[in-house]
């Protein structure tokens, strides 16, 4: 590792990834801004660098590879899903790429089934209601949801946090059907659970998940089409990437009452949503916020600086992309 190895962190992040590039020699430029940098402020800021930790927000592309030049080693993406960063660029110049896999496991299988529950049982809507003023006290019609026991839980994408989720269901003895490329051995024996084809699942499920990959093929999976096989009463949730859903597909099937509701942590052009999302009364949507806890986001910033320390010193990085 030479003396002159600079880190750019493109975004305010969690202890502890500056003090471990310091306490391994490294120089840090660390961007103060919870907001991505523009992007000719990142071509600026990335010229001479050896490593560059980034967000979801940031894309490294051709233009930020040729800005930074042969000094650039590595590319630490703060995140599982690399589709901000052109691998096969990245590849072709000698930079390797990193994630953070499996330490936000958890903590998105939590958040998913948060927007699950809150669907579900209309908590926005039922906590805007009561903030309010205008609640008038109980009725024996109001507010009325989707019971979870013994409905059909739908996976799609059945990896580590599609798995992760299915085997939350057991609490509520649900149905659980999954798509996935393979058998799920796991949840086949912990909840029964079937591997069925696309259609089918779109069909018989009651909760539909997204756990994914952000690819070409998986862009807008959930469109026009597909979201008319689902039931009236059934309830999409996405807190993979927004662009496998189509969003204004999706607006329209809950403005027109075609699926009961909609809980997203992600959208396809975020943070812009597509008009007229927020005024619907049947969808949550969150900031994605589904590695958001102290702890998973204070291991991803560890893992990140963990993959550029090794890279810099020549050993394997612990999560190689490519």
């Not at 600026?44 to 592309?61: T, W």
């Not at 469109?223 to 662009?243: E, S, V």
Request: net charge negative; aromatic share 2%; hydrophobic share 45%.
């Amino acid at each position: 590792m030479t003396p002159e190895a600079q880190i750019l962190l493109t975004r305010r992040m969690p202890p502890p990834a500056e003090r471990l590039l310091r306490d391994a020699g490294l120089r840090v430029d660390a961007v103060e801004n919870d907001a991505p940098l523009p992007p000719a402020e990142l071509l600026r800021r990335v010229r001479g660098v050896s490593g560059l930790i980034c967000s979801l927000s940031e894309p490294v592309d051709t233009a930020v590879l040729e800005a930074a030049g042969p000094s650039l080693r590595v590319v630490a993406n703060f995140a599982v899903g690399v589709d901000n960063i052109d691998v096969p660029a990245c590849t072709a110049c000698g930079v390797r790429v990193t994630n953070t896999p499996d330490i936000l496991t958890d903590a998105t299988a939590d958040l998913t089934w948060a927007l699950i529950l809150a669907t579900a049982r209309r908590v926005v809507e039922g906590d805007r209601h009561v903030r309010s003023g205008e609640w008038k006290g109980w009725t024996p019609t109001e507010s009325l949801g989707v019971e979870l026991t013994g409905a059909t839980l739908g996976i799609v994408g059945a990896g580590r946090i599609g798995t992760a989720v299915g085997l939350r269901s057991r609490g509520f003895g649900m149905r659980v059907l999954y798509v996935h490329p393979r058998a799920n051995a796991t949840l086949e024996s912990d909840v029964g659970a079937e591997r069925v084809d696309l259609d089918r699942l779109l069909r018989e499920s009651d909760i539909l998940t997204l756990h994914v990959p952000m690819t070409q093929e998986n862009h807008h999976l959930i469109d026009r089409a597909r979201l008319a096989r689902m039931k009236p009463t059934a309830i999409l949730i996405n807190t993979a990437r927004g662009p496998i859903v189509d969003e204004v597909a999706l607006l329209e099937a809950l403005r027109e009452n075609r699926i009961d509701s909609a809980g997203l942590d992600v959208f396809e052009h975020e943070p812009r949503l597509s008009a007229g999302l927020s005024e619907l009364a049947n969808v949550v949507l969150l900031p994605h916020v589904g590695s958001a806890t102290t702890r998973t986001r204070a291991a991803m910033s560890r893992m990140a600086a963990e993959n550029v320390i090794a890279v810099l010193t020549d050993r394997p990085p612990p999560n190689p992309v490519n």
